[in-house]
């Protein structure tokens, strides 16, 4: 491997929109499923991704440039996450969520579901269905039903702003 | 994205979320409500938020009889400290005032009110959950013998995720009222669809008398421990030992306490846990003791942690930290931190009957939430 030789080794990326990225493989190894790739040997020419987009796949690298770079400090680390994570909106959070899953990156997975989490925590019912694309499937009176039974924790909610 | 959004991906950001925002979106839509309510989900959630530690906080203030509960978020480095505080609502009525913890296990409550007197058709026992504001009580005991009685409760469950109270009921000699009678008689309460109590009829091998009141029971790994003395006889002094109820195998046990508190004139004013390790605080007339297990079930692993080193009059301990920081009363002056390696006390700012503070671990669930199963 790179650190071994002393050539640092590139590896190519192509996201399922077509574009196509250089990472080092030091850096792209935080990602088990491109490390299973690289491991078996079908890391040599352009390593397609077939489940994330372009822009997606951008900001991925550059989570994986950042956190490598830093040496095995969790303290450090964590307020990278933190700061990574600070300025994204759900649905970039949200593909990313999946990319990560896709990737197998543990790490990036845990940071950016428990912001998703941190996200969510005040909104409305309806926020989420919108941002989830969830269909409600309560009859009026169900929906109702439900929501006087749990009446105190509709209290504190914000108000939607769609952001 | 939308419906593509993978069923485990989801609960992998949901069960990072506290209880009361999920309640709320069992709102969202039937398949959200079934996730968040069902039992594999619920344990998960569990799961991943028993790391934080948050502590279950009741007293009584000083002229009023009613319980308070708060909820108090412990700071994460093991030592004392309260980052935040908050009341807790009571939803229901309790017949009688002073109620007790009976235990805190997985996010429930189970409290009784017959520390003094039971009046067998008014429910004495509920098991609460604070966090879904959800609570059940419990239908009468069976075990109600005429004769006066000392009944000794337990709250737990592990593995089988069946919750269980085990009520041991010693009947006093009629010859000679400070001695009960051994075997008490045993019954034990499910939280399953069928939530009744029934008799424990074998296996009831019990020849230790245990404490009822609060500081003297610990709960850990699925087992119940109370502080408790082996009867006199003609031969042997009254000494103290643990008594030590499974609830999983639903059997009872002792653990033998340190050689030095096992001694005729010693006093046990605790018994706690730290760590996952029992702690048992012990008087030698002299000082007070702080010991630990530190091999469960292994009686030489019992090591003295320090000696409080203190002039004032301990009433009664109350919690540990992990950092072996007690919290306890001392007579005319309240509840105090102790710091072993300081030998300072300092004022916690939590006020109250002296008597009626009692601690012990909570952690927030969906357990027994409404609409589950």
Known sequence: MAAETGTPTTLTLKSNDDELFSVAESAAILSVTIRNMVEDGCAGGV???????????????????????????EEK????????????????????VLAANYLNMSCLMDAVSAKIAQVMEKKSVGWVRRKFGIENDY?????????????WTFEGVETDDDN | MSDYF??????????KLPVKTLIRFTAVSKSWRSIITSAAFIASHLSNNSENQTLLLTRHGKHC????????????????????????????????????????????????????????SIPSIIIWNPSVRNHIVLPNPTINPIESHNVVLGFGGLSSNVYKVVR??????IDDVGCLSVPPQVEIFSLDARRSWRR?????????????????????????????????????????????????????GEVMPPDELAKEASVSLGIFVIEDSLVIVGSNMVSWNVWMMKE??????????????????????????????????????GLVVYNPETKETKDPGIYGDPYSFFVDNYVESLVLVRGHG
């Open chain 2, 168 to 173: 041991l009921v010693y009947v006093r000699k």
């Open chain 2, 6 to 15: 993978p069923a485990d991906l989801l609960s992998e950001i949901l069960v």
């Open chain 2, 65 to 120: 009889k009613l319980d308070q509960f708060s909820l108090l978020k412990a700071s994460e480095n093991g030592n004392f400290g309260i980052n935040s505080s908050s009341e807790i609502e009571i939803p229901f009525e309790f017949p009688i005032d002073y109620s007790r913890i009976v235990g805190s296990c997985d996010g429930l409550v189970c409290l009784s009110n017959d520390m003094f007197f039971r009046n067998p």
């Open chain 2, 200 to 252: 424990l009829i074998g296996g009831v091998d019990v020849t230790l008398w245990a404490l009822k009141s609060m500081h003297c029971r610990a709960y850990v790994n699925g087992v119940v421990h109370w502080l408790a003395y082996k009867p006199f006889d003609e031969n042997q002094p009254r000494r103290c030992s643990i008594l030590a109820f499974d609830f999983d195998n639903e059997v009872f």
């Open chain 1, 47 to 73: 390593i397609p991704l077939d489940n994330v987009d372009g822009k997606t796949l951008a900001s991925v690298i550059t989570y994986m440039n950042g956190i490598s770079a830093i040496p095995a400090d």
């Open chain 1, 139 to 151: 009859t009026p009176e169900e929906e109702a039903a439900v929501k006087e039974e749990h009446k």
């Open chain 2, 296 to 333: 469960y079930c292994v009686r030489e692993s019992w090591t003295k942690l320090y000696t409080i080193d203190l002039l004032e009059e301990i009433t009664n301990f109350v919690w540990f930290w992990n950092s072996g920081e007690a919290l306890l009363t001392i007579r005319d002056l």
């Open chain 1, 77 to 96: 680390k964590k307020s990278y996450r933190d700061k990574f994570l600070s300025d994204k909106d759900f649905e970039t959070l949200a593909d990313m």
